[in-house]
């Protein structure tokens, strides 16, 4: 009788784990992180096919492999001023979730009410669609409407010079155009509970990644195509460990249950084919932190400021804000350089009378 073969469950989960982004060369990756041959690799793959996770494409110079889901799910419905959002979830997304660890479906139903929320109160659609696809490995939640799109939406009611700048004040939280129902918390919350989380609207992209060192990766571009009304995409792995409070928990001051720190990604603040070198994008990087007492200023992707940028953050602002605590992480050594100049000559402004205290 043949010997049946002894499988290693970690070799199956790390396809299993990177496939999605490794979809034409995952039998190379696996090959090489395990150092076992190519057809001991194949084996698996094959077992995954047989199995109904993977779905294979292309002949065997070009074979590729992609998830495939194990329910997916599509629903539109009209929107209403009585339109409800947790009836939705209860009935349409919630019996999906069955088998899900309590952590991951109460963040599913925070993120997907949010979302739902905003399409029945702000978005001025007149439907929405849902789609929830569950993977072995990551539940996606997409919910999409055709109305004004939320960055245009942000940039009328502030009066903001264009959609981008509406984003980057998203981003920072605390923001919304109907402060008796709604505290601007929503979105900023959902995109940091997910491991993966993007909105699409108008010609703006925006993504938020949780990385395996708990920060994060930020993406934000212009797109080839205008996306008429709003696509969000929220997807978390089934295997996560943290729960809604202490998300909560990151964002609030050391015994106070208020939202009272935020996280700036320097990056959105710029434009295409433009440096931070001014004041001006600097007191725009700045707008609304008053309404916190700690603010993280997130450089990453910034490879230099200029002296008058990093000037009004760190000894103008700092001067005139002395109760916000300001952070500055992921800095490169030219941006690192420049802040330390700035702040020494603080120092020596202090120390000396006859150099100016402020910018004028």
């Given at each position: 009788?043949?010997?049946?073969s002894?499988?290693?469950?970690?070799?199956r989960?790390?396809?299993?784990?990177?496939?999605?982004v490794?979809?034409?060369?995952?039998?190379?990756?696996?090959?090489?992180?395990?150092?076992?041959s190519?057809?001991?690799?194949a084996?698996?793959?094959?077992?995954?096919?047989?199995?109904?996770?993977?779905?294979?494409?292309?002949?065997?110079?070009?074979?590729?492999?992609?998830?495939?889901?194990i329910?997916?799910?599509?629903?539109s419905?009209?929107?209403?001023?009585?339109?409800?959002?947790?009836?939705?979830?209860?009935?349409?997304?919630?019996p999906?979730?069955?088998q899900?660890?309590?952590?991951?479906?109460?963040?599913?139903?925070?993120g997907?009410?949010?979302?739902?929320?905003?399409?029945?109160d702000?978005?001025?659609?007149?439907?929405?669609?849902?789609l929830v696809?569950?993977y072995?490995?990551?539940?996606?939640?997409?919910?999409?409407?055709?109305?004004?799109?939320?960055?245009?939406?942000?940039?009328?009611?502030?009066?903001?010079?264009?959609?981008?700048?509406?984003?980057?004040?998203?981003?920072k939280?605390?923001?919304?155009?109907d402060?008796?129902?709604?505290?601007g918390?929503?979105?900023?919350?959902?995109?940091?509970?997910?491991?993966?989380?993007?909105?699409?609207s108008?010609?703006?992209?925006y993504?938020?990644?949780?990385?395996?060192?708990?920060?994060?990766?930020?993406?934000?571009h212009?797109?080839?195509?205008?996306?008429?009304?709003?696509?969000?995409?929220?997807?978390?792995?089934?295997?996560?460990?943290w729960?809604r409070?202490?998300v909560?928990?990151?964002?609030?001051a050391s015994?106070?249950?208020?939202?009272?720190?935020?996280?700036?990604?320097?990056?959105?603040?710029?434009?295409?084919?433009?440096?931070?070198?001014s004041r001006?994008?600097a007191?725009r990087?700045?707008?609304?932190?008053?309404?916190?007492s700690?603010?993280?200023?997130?450089?990453e992707?910034?490879?230099?400021?200029?002296?008058?940028?990093a000037?009004?953050?760190?000894?103008?602002?700092?001067?005139?804000?002395?109760?916000?605590?300001?952070?500055?992480?992921?800095?490169?050594?030219?941006?690192?350089?420049?802040?330390?100049?700035?702040?020494?000559?603080?120092?020596?402004?202090?120390?000396?009378?006859?150099?100016?205290?402020k910018?004028?």
């Amino acid at each position: 009788m043949a010997r049946k073969s002894r499988e290693n469950p970690e070799i199956r989960e790390f396809i299993l784990q990177n496939v999605a982004v490794n979809s034409g060369n995952i039998a190379a990756l696996a090959t090489k992180h395990f150092n076992i041959s190519r057809v001991a690799i194949a084996g698996y793959l094959t077992r995954l096919v047989n199995a109904g996770l993977l779905i294979p494409s292309g002949t065997t110079s070009g074979r590729r492999y992609e998830r495939k889901p194990i329910h997916h799910e599509r629903h539109s419905f009209t929107l209403t001023k009585d339109s409800s959002e947790d009836a939705i979830w209860r009935y349409r997304v919630l019996p999906l979730l069955a088998q899900q660890s309590p952590n991951v479906v109460e963040i599913c139903q925070y993120g997907f009410t949010e979302i739902y929320n905003n399409c029945i109160d702000h978005s001025a659609s007149v439907a929405a669609t849902i789609l929830v696809t569950i993977y072995y490995d990551e539940i996606q939640i997409r919910i999409l409407d055709q109305g004004i799109g939320i960055f245009e939406k942000i940039r009328n009611h502030f009066n903001l010079v264009d959609a981008r700048h509406a984003l980057l004040e998203l981003a920072k939280g605390k923001l919304t155009s109907d402060t008796k129902n709604h505290s601007g918390e929503g979105i900023f919350f959902t995109s940091r509970m997910f491991n993966r989380f993007n909105i699409s609207s108008g010609h703006l992209y925006y993504a938020r990644e949780i990385k395996f060192d708990d920060e994060w990766l930020i993406e934000n571009h212009d797109t080839n195509y205008d996306v008429q009304g709003t696509q969000v995409m929220m997807a978390i792995s089934p295997k996560a460990t943290w729960s809604r409070r202490e998300v909560f928990e990151q964002y609030q001051a050391s015994g106070n249950v208020s939202f009272r720190k935020t996280h700036v990604p320097i990056k959105l603040g710029k434009y295409p084919n433009e440096e931070l070198v001014s004041r001006s994008q600097a007191k725009r990087i700045l707008a609304r932190v008053g309404a916190f007492s700690e603010v993280i200023l997130d450089f990453e992707g910034i490879i230099e400021i200029g002296q008058a940028f990093a000037d009004e953050i760190f000894r103008v602002f700092a001067n005139n804000n002395p109760d916000i605590h300001v952070i500055y992480v992921r800095t490169s050594p030219q941006v690192q350089t420049m802040i330390e100049y700035v702040r020494q000559a603080a120092v020596m402004a202090e120390r000396n009378p006859l150099l100016p205290r402020k910018a004028t």
